[in-house]
T-cell receptor
C-alpha cells in the first residue's frame, strides 16, 4: 500500500513552546490530508482536513489559531501546535487519501507522540 | 446520532475460533467502506476495503449490507497476532472519513 511518513515520531517539550509535525505522502500525491488526535484508549478524533493550496477545515472545538495547518504541496502537510500545554499531550496522526479507481483509501502516518511537560 | 457505530467489545476468543464484528453507518450516501486494524500505541493500518459483493482475504471476510447499512468482518481460525483493535471506517464522497470507536479483540492461547 501507499506510504505516509510522519516526523518526528516522538517529541517532548516544555509548556509554552511550539511543535511542528510533518506529514508526507511518499509515493503518491495527496490532495487531501487529515490530522487526527488520539488520547489513550480512545478513538481517533479528526482535528482538521487539509486540502492542498487552500485553508484547512477544522472540526468543531478545534482551535485553528492553536493548531496551524499548512498543506504546501501535494505531498506535504504540517501541523504546528502553538504554545503547547500539558493537555495537548497526545498521539497525533496524519493520513493521506489516495484515489484509486472508485475507492478512496486512507493511509496513516506512524504518528507523533507529543508530551508537554 | 453517530455516523458509525461499533460494539467496543472487548472480544476475548480462544486461538482458532471464528469471530465476527459488525458496524452500522447512518448516512445512506456512504460509498466507501474499510476495516482498519490498530495495534496498541500504533497508527491504524488498512486491513481491507469492503466491496459491495463482499470480499475475502485469507482468513478475513468482509461484507456490506447496504439495505441495512452495516458492514461486517469475519475472522476465521484466529491467531494470537490478530489481537488488536479493529476500526470500521466509512467515507462519503467529497467528505471526511468517519471512524467507529473500534472493537477490541484479544485472542487467548
Amino acid at each position: 500500500g501507499a506510504v505516509v511518513s510522519q516526523h518526528p515520531s516522538r517529541v517532548i517539550c516544555k509548556s509554552g513552546t511550539s511543535v511542528k509535525i510533518e506529514c508526507r505522502s511518499l509515493d503518491f500525491q495527496a490532495t487531501t490530508m487529515f490530522w487526527y488526535r488520539q488520547f489513550p484508549k480512545q478513538s481517533l478524533m479528526l482535528m482538521a482536513t487539509s486540502n492542498e493550496g487552500s485553508k484547512a477545515t477544522y472540526e468543531q472545538g478545534v482551535e485553528k489559531d492553536k493548531f496551524l495547518i499548512n498543506h504546501a504541496s501535494l505531498t506535504l502537510s504540517t501541523l504546528t501546535v502553538t504554545s503547547a500545554h500539558p493537555e495537548d499531550s497526545s498521539f497525533y496522526i496524519c493520513s493521506a487519501r489516495e484515489r484509486a479507481g472508485s475507492q478512496n483509501t486512507q493511509y496513516f502516518g506512524p504518528g507523533t507522540r507529543l508530551t508537554v511537560l | 446520532r453517530k455516523e458509525v457505530e461499533q460494539d467496543p467489545g472487548p472480544f476475548n476468543v480462544p486461538e482458532g475460533a471464528t469471530v465476527a464484528f459488525n458496524c452500522t453507518y447512518s448516512n445512506s450516501a456512504s460509498q466507501s467502506f474499510f476495516w482498519y486494524r490498530q495495534d496498541c500505541r500504533k497508527e491504524p493500518k488498512l486491513l481491507m476495503s469492503v466491496y459491495s459483493s463482499g470480499n475475502e482475504d485469507g482468513r478475513f471476510t468482509a461484507q456490506l449490507n447496504r439495505a441495512s447499512q452495516y458492514i461486517s468482518l469475519l475472522i476465521r481460525d484466529s491467531k494470537l497476532s490478530d489481537s488488536a483493535t479493529y476500526l470500521c471506517v466509512v467515507n462519503i464522497p467529497g467528505n471526511q472519513f468517519y471512524f467507529g470507536t473500534g472493537t477490541s479483540l484479544t485472542v487467548i492461547p
